[in-house]
């Protein structure tokens, strides 16, 4: 058993509305997501979960933690004259959390079976932070947090 894959089999928490979370505004993007409407993995494009698995099988969420903290304080020694903002900015570390988190969930795929992933499962209706907080795993925004995590999820496809 790997330990950063998690079984959330009759866990999947999933609703039409968590969709709608892609267009809420944030830092720097006053209508949501730019990728809302323009990539096949994001809504409205994509599909609704239980059109894309299989909910009656094993399914699984894969976690990369990315340790922020240690990251932001190399960039302080850096860049001392950098805003706390700057430190964070996901263009200097996102990129490489994801590779690992792709690798990982190829690894897992093939241990356990899975012929199904989704990078970006709350485009599917997928509530991840309820669904990880059901095996245990507590999910936090981005403001403040030491340790990032990504998660996929895996399964079989419908």
């Known amino acids: 058993m790997l330990d950063y894959v998690y079984d959330v089999t009759?866990?999947?928490?999933?609703?039409?509305?968590?969709?709608?979370?892609?267009?809420?505004?944030?830092v720097g993007h006053p209508h949501g997501c730019p990728n809302y409407g323009k990539q096949d993995?994001?809504?409205?494009?994509?599909?609704?979960?239980?059109?894309?698995?299989?909910?009656?099988?094993?399914?699984?969420?894969?976690?990369?933690?990315?340790?922020?903290?240690?990251?932001?304080?190399?960039?302080?020694?850096?860049?001392?004259?950098?805003?706390?903002?700057?430190?964070?900015?996901?263009?200097?570390?996102?990129?490489?959390?994801?590779?690992?988190?792709?690798?990982?969930?190829?690894?897992?795929?093939?241990l356990y079976n899975c012929s199904v992933v989704s990078y970006r499962p709350e485009g599917l209706g997928v509530n991840m932070y309820l669904t990880a907080r059901r095996v245990g795993i507590r999910l936090l925004a981005m403001k403040n947090i030491t340790i990032n995590r990504h998660i996929s999820l895996i399964g079989s496809s419908k």
């Open 10 to 26: 009759g866990n999947v928490v999933h609703h039409f509305r968590v969709r709608s979370w892609c267009m809420l505004p944030y």
């Open 41 to 110: 993995t994001c809504p409205p494009s994509v599909s609704y979960v239980t059109d894309v698995f299989d909910l009656s099988r094993k399914m699984y969420i894969v976690v990369h933690e990315f340790d922020l903290a240690a990251h932001v304080e190399r960039l302080r020694e850096i860049h001392p004259e950098w805003s706390e903002r700057q430190l964070r900015n996901v263009l200097y570390w996102q990129s490489a959390s994801k590779r690992a988190l792709k690798l990982k969930s190829k690894k897992a795929m093939l």
